[in-house]
Nanobody
Framework: QVQLEESGGGLVQPGGSLRLSCTAS????????VGWFRQAPGKEREFLAA????????VYADSMKGRFTISTDSAKNTVYLQMNSLKPEDTAVYYC?????????????????WGQGTQVTVSS
């Protein structure tokens, strides 16, 4: 079973950037798809981006294209989410998730393993 750990969240001013990390502390991402989601208070968890570990194919939510970039570091067994031009409405808990095949899905129910989440707050 894969155990995921997110890091890199924090407080950032509007217009700033953050890079979130998702590391598989138990198991590996080999042949998996890994996605990033977020959940703001009172809202449903929403898909942001996903990547196929083998091959590097990516999918982004339309609203995130151009601001968020997902990438991998195989040596560190880590998936990153680079977030630029952050806005107050980006404030949420950010989660990474993985699924046991390389097929990229955008639904929450399509993922098998989840991290505990990392808080991102965008405020001046």
């Amino acid at each position: 079973q894969v155990q995921l750990e997110e890091s890199g969240g924090g407080l950032v001013q509007p217009g700033g950037s953050l890079r979130l990390s998702c590391t598989a502390s138990r198991g590996t991402f080999s042949s998996y798809a890994v996605g990033w989601f977020r959940q703001a208070p009172g809202k449903e968890r929403e898909f942001l981006a996903a990547i196929r570990w083998s091959g590097g194919d990516t999918v982004y939510a339309d609203s995130m294209k151009g601001r968020f970039t997902i990438s991998t570091d195989s040596a560190k067994n880590t998936v990153y989410l680079q977030m630029n031009s952050l806005k107050p409405e980006d404030t949420a808990v950010y989660y990474c998730a993985s699924r046991r095949t390389g097929l990229i899905l955008q639904s929450v129910s399509g993922y098998d393993y989840w991290g505990q989440g990392t808080q991102v707050t965008v405020s001046s």
